[in-house]
């Protein structure tokens, strides 16, 4: 299992600088949002029992490499829940709460619209085969994609889904939750480095003025790549 992890946590590196993390068993939500700020996502090591293998009730290694590793992968899905994770760094435990119901109802099991179809892009979605009809089906309760009513709704951890919140598209479900993660009362912006793969606290008129140089370098670089571009 281990191997897995490496063999699969080099990959992702690749693809997005996400790592795997091997750990026994859950972590609390702090702990397990803070590793996603780091693009660190701690994987489990155990594999489902053999009398139930279309559902788990606790994250397995097949949860996470048929669902998380595919998905974190995507720059777009990666950069989202790096997103989830930078915002809990020095959140207060009631809204840390609701950051880790919002990736439940995101990262576990969004569901979203995309051409006119429901479509699921949660890993607990799409690493069951039990969870994935449930989700799309007429059996399950469907809400619209509200953040406000999503963070005080409580949910089951060990059986399948009764509800879900249905985003208008996947940037859309982004775009809301960064945008409530705002209101997270702390007194610094976390902001990841990824030349030195840390986090840095962005509080003080130093640390933006050096953010606006390294954004400036980056503009001018897309510039000079736009400027050779051939029409």
Known sequence: SSGIN????NFLKDCTGFSLRPVAGLLSSRDFLAGL?????????YIRHGAQP???PEPDVCHELIGHVPLFADPEFAAFSQEIGLASLGAPDDWIEKLATLYWFTIEFGVCMEEGDLKAYG???ISSIEELENCVSAKSKKQPFEVENIVT????????QPVYFVAPSFAEAKRKVMEWAQQIPRPFTAHYNPYTQSVELINKRSNCIKMIRDLANEM????????KLVD
């Open 220 to 227: 001018k670089t897309l510039e000079d790549a736009v400027m």
């Open 37 to 45: 700020a780091f693009r660190v996502f701690h994987s489990t090591q």
């Open 54 to 56: 279309m559902y788990t």
């Open 123 to 125: 890993a607990g979605c």
């Open 153 to 160: 709704t409580r949910y089951p951890i060990t059986t399948i």
């Open 6 to 9: 490496a063999e699969y946590g």
